[in-house]
Nanobody, 121 residues
Framework: VQLVESGGGLVQAGGSLRLSCAAS????????MGWYRQAPGKERELVVT????????YAASVKGRFTISRDDDAKYTLYLQMNSLKPEDTAVYYC???????????????WGKGTLVTVSS
């Protein structure tokens, strides 16, 4: 599975950005998808996940401001709409896709290379 993020950039506080993640390869092995982020000097943290059935789990810090979605025609294309951005949202945002361990699926946890979001005050 390969994951490629796009859409990061520099935005002022209060602004919006939309991140995208395109999955390719053994996409049928993907069990869920999500976004994580890592700020300078901090550990990587969960932003939001979405299961194959559409159940979402948001971090408390982004609930009500960020929205995860998938492309209906290409369900392995993931989006993160980020509104009311704050300087503390500054981080590298990573797309994540855990896979099932069955048949030809290897059960690995896949990550994109990340896209940088910088929110200025």
């Amino acid at each position: 599975v390969q994951l490629v993020e796009s859409g990061g950039g520099l935005v002022q506080a209060g602004g919006s950005l939309r991140l995208s993640c395109a999955a390719s390869g053994d996409r049928d092995c993907i069990s869920a998808m999500g976004w994580y982020r890592q700020a300078p000097g901090k550990e990587r943290e969960l932003v939001v996940t979405i299961t194959s059935g559409g159940t979402t789990t948001y971090a408390a810090s982004v609930k009500g401001r960020f929205t995860i979605s998938r492309d209906d025609d290409a369900k392995y294309t993931l989006y993160l709409q980020m509104n009311s951005l704050k300087p503390e949202d500054t981080a590298v945002y990573y797309c994540n896709a855990p896979t099932i361990s069955w048949g030809l699926c290897d059960g690995m946890d896949y990550w994109g290379k990340g896209t940088l979001v910088t929110v200025s005050s």
